[in-house]
Nanobody, 123 residues
Framework: QVQLVESGGGLVQAGGSLRLSCAAS????????MAWFRQAPGKEREFVAA????????YYADSAKGRCTISRDNAKNTVYLQMNSLKPEDTAVYYC????????????????WGQGTQVTVSS
């Protein structure tokens, strides 16, 4: 079992930055493949970024490339999502997710989810 708790969301103006954190706990948390997803009102949940358990490989949605950086500190069992140049269309609930195994952007493949943290970007 892996438990995930997100933090760091909030209200920010367009062009601003936020850093989301996801604290993981559980026996396999340090070896889990981790990802961030988001869900805007009235829209389906979508992939944002992912990182291998070692941190050696990262993956990004096109909308996140160049503006977001995913990283992890396995000593702290924490995954981060640094978001810069935020836009109003980035407004969503951001979820941290974990799975055992390799990369996928398909949310149905992730076994563990946090409760989400709200990010609101004002214009």
């Amino acid at each position: 079992q892996v438990q995930l708790v997100e933090s760091g969301g909030g209200l920010v103006q367009a062009g601003g930055s936020l850093r989301l954190s996801c604290a993981a706990s559980g026996r396999t948390s340090s070896s889990a493949f981790m990802a961030w997803f988001r869900q805007a009102p009235g829209k389906e949940r979508e992939f944002v970024a992912a990182i291998r358990s070692s941190g050696a490989m990262t993956y990004y949605a096109d909308s996140a490339k160049g503006r977001c950086t995913i990283s992890r500190d396995n000593a702290k069992n924490t995954v981060y999502l640094q978001m810069n140049s935020l836009k109003p269309e980035d407004t969503a609930v951001y979820y941290c997710a974990a799975k055992i195994g390799g990369y996928t952007k398909y949310d149905g493949a992730y076994d563990y989810w946090g409760q989400g943290t709200q990010v609101t970007v004002s214009s």
